[in-house]
Nanobody, 126 residues
Framework: QVQLVESGGGLVQAGASLKLSCAASGRNFIGYSMAWFRQAPGKEREFVAAMSSWSGGMRNYADSVKGRFTISRDNAKNTVYLQMDSLKPEDTAVYYC??????????????????WGQGTQVTVSS
């Protein structure tokens, strides 16, 4: 099992950057594929980015964030990151970190992940 704790959210102006962190506790973090999802008020949880286990050689991004957001992981620190640049008001949401034990695959559906953090709020003002 793995426990996830997100941090790094906040209130920023449009065009600014934020870097979210997700610290994982538990064993064998390296074997988990990791992802970020977000949920705005009144909307369903949506996929943001995912990265495969081990070296993280496979990555996938939602079209809405491609070119602006970057997912990365530091297995030595048991942490996954989401670098968010050129933020827009429509990026405002609670951002969740998710994990699933898998042999190198990545998934974009929240139904495929069985470990979740508590979320961190990101608010982008216009």
């Amino acid at each position: 099992q793995v426990q996830l704790v997100e941090s790094g959210g906040g209130l920023v102006q449009a065009g600014a950057s934020l870097k979210l962190s997700c610290a994982a506790s538990g064993r064998n973090f390296i074997g988990y594929s990791m992802a970020w999802f977000r949920q705005a008020p009144g909307k369903e949880r949506e996929f943001v980015a995912a990265m495969s286990s081990w070296s993280g050689g496979m990555r996938n991004y939602a079209d809405s964030v491609k070119g602006r957001f970057t997912i990365s992981r530091d297995n030595a620190k048991n942490t996954v990151y989401l670098q968010m640049d050129s933020l827009k008001p429509e990026d405002t949401a609670v951002y969740y970190c998710a994990a699933v034990w898998t042999s190198g695959r990545i998934y974009s559906s929240h139904r495929d992940y069985n470990y979740w953090g508590q979320g961190t709020q990101v608010t982008v003002s216009s």
